[in-house]
């Protein structure tokens, strides 16, 4: 019998992606709090293989509340340690976030890639927390304010790449 071809290391086997239009309103106080709607499941064909995650996430600040939103990744509801930065002073570890972000009316995006090797070949879900400095509130997926005529409504993404090792 012929055996096939091995695959080429770096070769994308599958994407996943979950396009989430809910919006969602969140209170915070130096808290995580999971975004559901963002998880996404993906099971890789190999354990030597490695699932690319890319995504955007859209926040706006309620009331104009100064919230520095946050986020970090998870799989399967546990943070990503090799996907936040190194601890400085009492600063969050985190995947990325955005500036301030002051206006109810200021949509921000945080945008984040890692490369992640999961050794594992059953379903697996990715995600990602969000987080807001001191006691705020964060709209996702559409800007605050009162003037709805002057918003905007959107829409943020996980993909997730099933790459071969």
Request: overall charge neutral; proline content about 3%; hydrophobic content about 35%.
């Given at each position: 019998?012929?055996?096939?071809?091995?695959?080429a290391?770096?070769?994308?086997?599958?994407?996943?992606?979950?396009?989430?239009?809910?919006?969602?309103?969140?209170?915070?106080?130096?808290?995580?709090t999971q975004?559901?709607?963002?998880?996404?499941?993906i099971?890789?064909?190999?354990?030597?293989?490695?699932?690319?995650i890319?995504?955007?996430?859209?926040?706006?600040?309620?009331?104009?509340?100064?919230p520095?939103?946050?986020?970090?990744?998870?799989?399967?509801?546990?943070?990503?340690?090799?996907?936040?930065?190194?601890?400085?002073?009492?600063?969050?570890?985190?995947?990325?976030?955005?500036?301030d972000?002051?206006?109810?009316?200021?949509?921000?995006?945080?945008?984040?890639?890692?490369?992640?090797?999961?050794?594992?070949?059953?379903?697996?879900?990715?995600?990602?927390?969000?987080?807001?400095?001191?006691?705020?509130?964060?709209?996702i997926?559409?800007?605050?304010?009162?003037?709805?005529?002057?918003?905007?409504?959107?829409?943020s993404?996980?993909?997730?790449?099933?790459?071969?090792?």
């Amino acid at each position: 019998t012929t055996l096939p071809a091995a695959i080429a290391t770096g070769k994308v086997l599958q994407v996943v992606q979950t396009a989430w239009q809910d919006t969602l309103q969140v209170s915070i106080n130096n808290t995580y709090t999971q975004i559901t709607g963002l998880n996404t499941n993906i099971t890789c064909s190999s354990t030597s293989n490695k699932v690319l995650i890319e995504g955007k996430i859209y926040v706006c600040p309620h009331a104009g509340t100064s919230p520095y939103p946050a986020i970090r990744l998870t799989k399967g509801g546990s943070v990503i340690s090799g996907a936040i930065g190194n601890s400085k002073d009492s600063r969050r570890t985190v995947t990325g976030c955005s500036g301030d972000g002051g206006a109810a009316s200021e949509m921000n995006v945080i945008a984040f890639t890692y490369l992640d090797s999961p050794s594992s070949t059953s379903e697996l879900t990715y995600g990602a927390q969000i987080t807001a400095y001191a006691s705020r509130t964060l709209d996702i997926n559409y800007t605050g304010g009162t003037d709805a005529n002057s918003g905007a409504a959107t829409l943020s993404t996980i993909t997730l790449t099933e790459i071969a090792g």
